[in-house]
């Protein structure tokens, strides 16, 4: 396979774009500002990148209230990243269904490329229809098999014994940050690498690589598609963790 610089110059084997298909801000539970995230990433050289803040089941962090004001700043940010650093920032949600009580019931679904508002005020799989139906590519998040995380509170068991609520997803993370979720390789799922970024440190993480054009269209249909991601973790990351100034 060759090896091909993506749009932005950073070389990645096989060409592509390289992404970010999961990251928050402090629209949820980021620590950066949306715009900070925004230009660390473009000066990571980052082809695309989709901000995915948390709605979840209590009515904080991302609501139907806010949504506009969150979707345009979005919009804001991505025209300046376009013409700044040639960076790709799409619009999304992560559809957060937490469960203290039963894990196994627990699932995060990111909707890349969203729009609109979805709530949860009718469960995680209506909230995931209502998602694919405006044309979203739902990636199955930190998708845990038997072994409980790390993190308390973090464990989501749902996608990987609940054939109903898989099924929704188009895409599974085989790994977030670091860690790898060795089932989703095992039931052949088609799979990505996100950075579930929230903080600095989670830039220099695994990725997904796209062979795609550099259109929000195209790289959410690919990600809709069965065809095959890459994944790739670009050296040289760490020393770009700390954030520069971003302007109003």
Known sequence: MRCMSSSHGRR???????????????????DLELADVVELYGR???????????VVRDGGMVTAAVHAEYLAEIRRQAERARRRHGLLVLPG????????????????????GLDR????????????????????????????????????GRTTQRWWHDPAVRSLAHRFELINRTQVFDWVAEAGLPAVANGDFHQPGHLATWK?????????????????????????????????AKPAGVAA
């Open 12 to 30: 990645v084997v096989g060409g592509g774009l390289l992404c970010e298909l999961h990251a928050h801000s402090r629209w949820s539970d980021g």
């Open 44 to 54: 990571a050289g980052f082809d695309v990148l989709c901000i995915t803040d948390h």
């Open 93 to 112: 949600l992560e559809l957060t269904w937490d469960d203290d009580d039963d894990v196994r019931q627990a699932a995060h679904a990111v909707a890349v």
């Open 117 to 152: 508002f979805v709530g949860l005020e009718h469960g995680l799989d209506a909230a995931v229809e209502t998602a694919r139906d405006h044309g979203a590519a739902i990636i199955a998040a930190h998708p845990h098999g038997a072994r409980r995380d790390s993190i308390p």
């Open 208 to 240: 997904t690589v796209l062979p795609v054009e550099p259109d929000a269209d195209a790289v959410v249909a690919y990600l809709r598609s069965q065809a095959p991601a890459m994944i790739t973790r670009p050296a040289g990351l760490h020393v770009l």
